[in-house]
């Protein structure tokens, strides 16, 4: 489907003089093209990993409901309008993936977020985003590794790094920056975390399906605001009691302590919040004051810098960090 073509489509969906007509409009927007836009999209997000890839038609299912729903929500509520269909289908089939992961195997995703942090950070290497794919790469001057290298890594982890002499008790980032340097060319960052994640001894020792109470173990490894006290929350009651401190904090300390919220690997705190079921996106987004579509454009860019939040709330970057000492000292006193 052209642009053209997609731009007529979506027009006569949200002009449709009834809801009978809107729904005919609909079904010509998810014609043969666009189903298989969203099952190529889908099926690159569950590339890196075979866990996922044999639910991909559940993803393709939750991905085309996502996007009828925002469709609906632009035709009743006035929401915010598509500019570009193809590359919305392709956006959202990519977060579907990403929280199906998340919630099925959360060993594994806390892994990937801690590898592509460690690699965004680490003065030698480099994560980049070619074509839709993370590439993570070595930014070391050094003599061209051998010929063939990244292959002899994925076809055998172990053996190459004991070859290389390549420590793995070393901190994450000195490990990768060690690796990629061997490597002949960019990796893919879910076929580094797959093959390190062999090596390591990451693994999920089952499945983890949405309502079961291992999601909320994941909340027991988020360092904001008291790191002994969240580990110590034992039941869901706690939880709750503890997210209702959070909502009434003033609006600018939710932000500043929510927007920058990590995991101990570095990656967003956020991510794991609407796996619990103890909050939504919805919920999040009401908390920071914003609407779930601009939610939804800040959260793959979660965790933010205290500079961003700065420059979001129109504060200094220490204006930022006070607000979310004093939010944490809040939150401290009255959960204790």
Request: proline letters at 5%; glycine letters at 4%; aromatic letters at 4%.
């Amino acid at each position: 489907m052209t642009a053209g073509a997609e731009n007529a489509r979506l027009a006569a969906f949200l002009r449709a003089e009834s809801d009978r007509a809107a729904e005919a409009a609909l079904a010509a927007i998810f014609d043969d093209a666009t189903e298989r836009l969203l099952a190529d999209a889908v099926r690159r997000g569950l590339l890196g990993s075979a866990r996922g890839s044999s639910d991909a038609e559940d993803v393709i299912s939750e991905t085309r409901v996502r996007l009828i729903r925002r469709l609906w929500a632009i035709r009743s509520e006035g929401a915010d309008p598509i500019d570009d269909f193809a590359a919305y289908v392709a956006t959202t089939a990519t977060r579907t993936c990403y929280a199906h992961l998340r919630a099925r195997f959360p060993a594994r995703t806390r892994f990937r977020n801690q590898v592509r942090y460690s690699v965004s950070r680490h003065a030698d290497t480099l994560i980049e985003s070619v074509d839709g794919v993370w590439l993570c790469r070595s930014t070391q001057l050094r003599a061209a590794p051998a010929k063939g290298s990244l292959q002899q890594f994925l076809d055998a982890p172990a053996p190459f790094l004991s070859t290389h002499r390549i420590d793995t008790s070393k901190p994450l980032p000195q490990l990768l920056a060690a690796l990629l340097a061997k490597l002949d060319a960019p990796v893919a960052l879910d076929r580094l975390v797959d093959a390190l994640a062999l090596v390591l001894g990451i693994a999920d020792a089952r499945a983890v399906t949405p309502g079961h109470d291992d999601e909320v173990h994941a909340l027991e490894r988020v360092p904001d605001p008291s790191p002994d006290r969240l580990r110590a929350l034992s039941d869901r009651e706690e939880l709750e009691a503890l997210w209702r401190e959070v909502a009434v904090l003033p609006v600018n300390q939710r932000a500043a302590l929510l927007l920058n919220l990590r995991d101990p690997d570095g990656g967003a705190a956020l991510h794991v919040l609407p796996a619990t079921g103890v909050v939504t996106r919805a919920d999040l987004a009401r908390l920071l004051d914003i609407g779930v579509p601009e939610l939804d454009r800040l959260w793959d860019e979660l965790p933010l810098d205290d500079l961003k939040i700065g420059a979001r709330l129109g504060l200094t970057r220490q204006q930022v960090i006070n607000l979310r000492k004093a939010a944490r000292a809040r939150l401290s006193r009255r959960t204790r």
